[in-house]
């Protein structure tokens, strides 16, 4: 059974950074298309970045514009590990974050292309 597994969460500070990881077990990151989703309370679940598997020497990446510039999503294929580097996070940055797989190779931020997820990683942004 495939199992993702998100860390990094925590409380924030306007203007401060976190890194989230996602970790998979049974289940090839660097050979298909992830992505990272955040829910926050009384909204829908939305795609923040996703990563394509590599083609070649290219990876394709895609983020929300509202995390455009701020965010950056990356993968370590030996530890079969997708981050999520979070910078000048923002209060509205707040909600659950997701990790997500899909046995699709190319990116996507929409929720219905993903069969596996994890349970999620809190990251509020507060002073």
């Known amino acids: 059974q495939v199992q993702l597994v998100e860390s990094g969460g925590g409380l924030v500070q306007p203007g401060g950074s976190l890194r989230l990881s996602c970790t998979a077990s049974?289940?090839?990151?660097?050979?298909?298309?992830i992505a990272w989703f955040r829910q926050a309370p009384g909204k829908e679940r939305e795609g923040v970045s996703c990563?394509?598997?590599?083609?070649?020497?290219?990876?394709?990446?895609d983020y929300t514009d509202s995390v455009k510039g701020r965010f950056t999503i990356s993968r370590d294929n030996a530890k079969n590990t997708v981050y999520l580097q979070m910078n000048n996070l923002k209060p509205d940055d707040t909600a659950v974050y997701y990790c997500?797989?899909?046995?699709?190779?190319?990116?996507?931020?929409?929720?219905?292309?993903?069969?596996?997820w994890g349970q999620g990683t809190q990251v509020t942004v507060s002073a």
């Open positions: 990563i394509s598997r590599t083609f070649g020497s290219i990876i394709y990446t």
């Open positions: 997500a797989a899909t046995t699709r190779e190319t990116c996507s931020l929409r929720v219905a292309v993903y069969d596996y």
């Open positions: 049974r289940f090839t990151l660097e050979r298909n298309a």
